[in-house]
């Protein structure tokens, strides 16, 4: 019996509302559980499961639908209350308003905002007069109110870390989507989410730990903004006694904001590495700040300056690599030449398609972004040759929750690439922590086991304490054939690698 539960005006995060759906489904007798708000997108996702949505639902009505035996439906109902009114949580109290938290009695310093971008100014700024920092992960903030609420916490000295702040860590607790990485003497300032993940985690992957993980949101190196929490989080961390190194993350930004950044970034007296993905190597010259062009390249860099020594990037060597490629594209029958890249980190597909236009000029990709290094494709529902996808892009989280918090949507996407017989290599990225799916690799280990005839090439970004068990995911993704990377620009270098060779046989 399928039954929908509609709660009208309330609204939860996605992060809640894809753990809601998790656990009411694993209940015995159960066929499904889905927990989202009215959009029209989870509406038709619902009426295509056979789910009656009544007409006047909207975007800010929360909908529960349950699957199960009528006998099963009120207990998975209340169990499912419970959960969303945070009755089954370690959480000593549940506050419904900052109003009702009194600081001097519950001393808090920090708050996770993940309310509609619409709601969500008000409460950054009550939460900033009250004297908290503020984490924030709604999206749908204007420009201006990010502008006028940075300039708030400039003036009372607290960091507002976002909008649309997809990774952080703070005194050892993930924020987000962010992984539990180890404690140790590197900070992280990052204006990518999944960047300062992939940095962290590979840090840690090397020995070492960070002091802790500040995302800025995506738009805090715009004009517009100009840097505002980027060179607050300098300043703090050049004064934090865990950190003894920085590490500064972000895509592309704004020369000018970017230059303010590193002419910031001089004047702390502690070694700082930067990585600005797609930057000329000119942007540092003559600075002291530790140039990076990769993601692996700043965990390197960040490193060698902690260290005081050179350090080698985890993992196969160049050589290495060009020799796999061959042996991997030598298995592979005529008929299949062409690449399909799905990711789910924005992050990972830009950094891949950077080093593919750096090592493969020659190679026509096509992708769903709008970007200088690939055409774009007519229908992002429809791959042409050598396609790279950002599954994780607007369009098409439009039509179902985005990739890291539910893999639905990439494997159906995977399931029509591996339909299509020219297609040769697919690669994938993972993101564990405990924000995301509880088992973001698993569902996809008996396709690839199933399709021996198709290389697979495959990263983990995740850390040794996220509840997922990433060596474990490590493992199987191997034990099902598929080549594990140890970073994203080792993943896309070997791609690089396999899309030269099967261009060379036509």
Known sequence: MKKLYCFKNRYVDSVMLMNVGEQISRFPG????????GTPANIDLLTGLGYDVPPETGKNDLMLAIDA??????????????????????????????????????????????????????????????????????????LEDERRLKLLGKELGRLVMGPDAGVGLIDGVALAAGSIVKDGPVGIIGASGSGAQEVACLLERMGEGVSCIIGTG???????????????????????????????????????????????????????????????????????????FSLEDAAVQTLSLLRGEPVLPPGR????????????????????????????????TEEAMILFSRYIPQVSLYSNLRTRY????????????????????????????????????????????????????????????????????????????EHRDICFIATVCGAQGDPQDVEEARKALAEAGCIVADSNAQSARLAAHMMTLLERRG
């Open 218 to 292: 995506g738009r805090d190196l715009t004009p517009q903004v100009g840097g505002l929490t980027m060179l607050m989080a300098l300043e703090r961390l050049g004064k934090d006694p865990k950190t003894k190194v920085i590490c500064l993350v972000s895509k592309l930004a704004d020369v000018g904001v970017m230059e303010k950044v590193l002419d910031a970034a001089e004047k702390i007296e502690k070694p700082v590495a930067a990585v600005f993905l797609g930057a000329p190597e000119s942007l540092f010259d003559g600075r002291k700040v530790r140039g990076a």
């Open 30 to 37: 159960v066929n499904g559980a889905e927990c989202g708000m």
């Open 374 to 449: 690939a055409a774009q494709l007519e229908d992002h529902h429809v791959s042409r040759g050598h396609t790279v996808l950002d599954l994780g892009a607007e369009d098409f989280t439009a039509e179902a929750p985005h990739p890291v918090f539910d893999p639905v949507l990439r494997l159906n996407r995977l399931k029509q690439e591996l339909a299509d017989p020219h297609v040769g290599v697919v690669l994938l990225d993972f993101i564990t922590g405990p924000g995301v799916h509880r088992d973001p690799v698993m569902p996809f280990v008996p396709l690839i086991r």
């Open 317 to 348: 060597t160049e050589a290495q690599l060009e020799e796999l490629a061959a042996e991997m594209v030598a298995k592979l029958s005529p008929e299949r030449k062409y690449f399909r890249g799905l990711y789910c980190g924005g992050t990972f």
């Open 69 to 142: 035996d009528a006998s099963q439906q009120n207990e998975l109902y209340r169990q499912a209350v419970d959960l969303l009114d945070h009755r089954k949580t370690v959480s000593d109290r549940t506050y419904y308003d900052l109003n009702e938290i009194d600081l001097n009695s519950d001393p808090y310093d920090l708050v996770q905002i993940s309310l509609p971008g619409e709601f969500a100014a008000d409460e950054i700024e009550k939460a900033l007069r009250m004297g908290l920092d503020c984490f924030v992960f709604s999206d749908n903030v204007s």
